[in-house]
Each structure stands twice: as structure tokens, then as C-alpha cells.
């Protein structure tokens, strides 16, 4: 359980990143696990900018606020500092993507569609599968303002899936502030993986500050 130690450090989990950016809707949830995901190194508990990541320095609502995230599984203690991803995207991806997948096939695509790196997919296959990647997206958008604009109701994930109900392609957009990557699964999805918890931290320092300010409160 996370004391608050001055010697311990906050790390975002994989489920945590993938809450940070399922959405586009801002929340203070999503403030503070931006705050991490843009940090070079996990902070101190001590060093965290409380102020400016929940809107409040008390401790009580500092306590409160970890020991949800943490009871959620979305932040975690860790004795050690971690440091963010620092290889260029072109050669982080292709040791990320292969562990996000059963079958090892994975692809990362911006927001029109063009492929900014795939592993297990062929030559071919991997730009048609980005360009379809944003249809999907574009798809799933349409169908949330027929549905409404909860957050519960998605965008979340699309795909093609079998007669058993299996996925044999899925597709989940990645939503950084007013940017969106796709993110394509062929086979069953690991997002559970510690690696898609780098692939968030690498894309969001990557991006760097177009996308701040952090999403508002």
C-alpha cells in the first residue's frame, strides 16, 4: 500500500495508462496519470506537484485520492525510480508492440491512418490495416453521438471477430489531450502488459507539449 513515503515513487500500471487515454473527456483522474505519464522520471511522493495535478495540496485529499487509484489499480508504489522510454518511437515500437498481442501482431497508427510502426503484420497488410484503423475509429465515433456522449459508452474498442465471438482484429484509439493514435490487435489483446504502459509513456513524451496543458479539471 502506498504510504506516501518521501522515498517512494508513483508509477502509472498498464490499466492506468489505458484509463489516462480512452478518453477524451478531462478529469482529475486523468490529470494526475497525464502528470505521470509526462514525467522523464516516476516522482517522489514528496516532489509531486499535488497543487496542480488534483487542484488541491491538502493531505487529506491527497490521501484520498491515492488510495483510490491505487484500490483501482491504476497508480503504484515503487521503492526505485523508474525513467521514461528515451529511444526514438521508429526503434522503441517494435520492441513494445510484439508483447501487446498473443500472436504477436500489433500496429500503432496516427489519426489518418498512416502506420507509425507494426510488428507481425507483412508489407503489405500493415498499411491497409492503419488505413482501416481510422475508419474503425471514424466509425465508432459516429455510432457514440447516436448512442450519446457517456463515457461509458465507448468509444472504447472495434474489431472483427469470429463466430465464437473471438477477436481476430481489434482497434482502440488512444486519445492524447486533442490527438488520437489507433491502436490495432490481431489475436487477443495483453493491455495488460507492462510494455503498453511504456508505449503510453513514450507517446505522450514523445508528443510533448502538444498536449499540455494536462486535461482540465
Not at 7 to 31: C, F, K, M, N, V
Not at 36 to 65: H, K, M, Y
Not at 112 to 121: D, E, N, R, T, V
Request: hydrophobic share 45%; charged share 20%; glycine share 10%.
Amino acid at each position: 500500500m502506498i504510504r506516501l513515503r518521501e522515498d517512494l515513487h508513483l508509477g502509472i500500471t498498464p490499466a492506468g495508462a489505458y484509463h489516462a487515454a480512452a478518453a477524451q473527456e478531462p478529469s482529475p483522474d486523468r490529470t494526475l496519470l497525464f502528470g505521470l505519464l509526462q514525467a522523464a522520471w516516476t516522482p517522489r511522493c514528496n516532489d509531486v506537484p499535488w497543487q496542480d495535478w488534483l487542484g488541491s495540496a491538502e493531505p487529506e485529499r491527497i490521501v484520498e485520492a491515492v488510495a483510490r487509484l491505487e484500490g483501482l489499480g491504476w497508480i503504484w508504489g515503487l521503492d526505485n525510480p523508474h525513467q521514461a522510454p528515451t529511444e526514438t518511437l521508429e526503434r522503441l515500437l517494435p520492441t513494445l508492440l510484439p508483447d501487446l498481442s498473443s500472436a504477436g501482431q500489433a500496429l500503432l497508427a496516427d489519426h489518418h491512418g498512416l502506420q507509425i510502426g507494426y510488428s507481425g503484420f507483412d508489407e503489405v497488410q500493415a498499411p491497409a490495416i492503419a488505413a482501416i484503423s481510422a475508419d474503425a475509429i471514424a466509425l465508432a465515433f459516429r455510432c457514440r453521438r447516436v448512442l450519446g456522449e457517456a463515457e461509458r459508452l465507448g468509444p472504447g474498442a472495434w474489431g472483427m471477430i469470429d463466430a465464437a465471438g473471438h477477436s481476430q482484429l481489434g482497434v482502440w484509439p488512444l486519445f492524447m489531450g486533442e490527438k488520437w493514435f489507433a491502436l490495432v490487435i490481431g489475436g487477443r489483446p495483453r493491455l495488460n502488459h507492462p510494455s503498453f504502459s511504456q508505449l503510453l509513456w513514450a507517446l505522450v513524451r514523445h508528443l510533448g507539449d502538444s498536449i499540455s496543458p494536462l486535461p482540465s479539471r
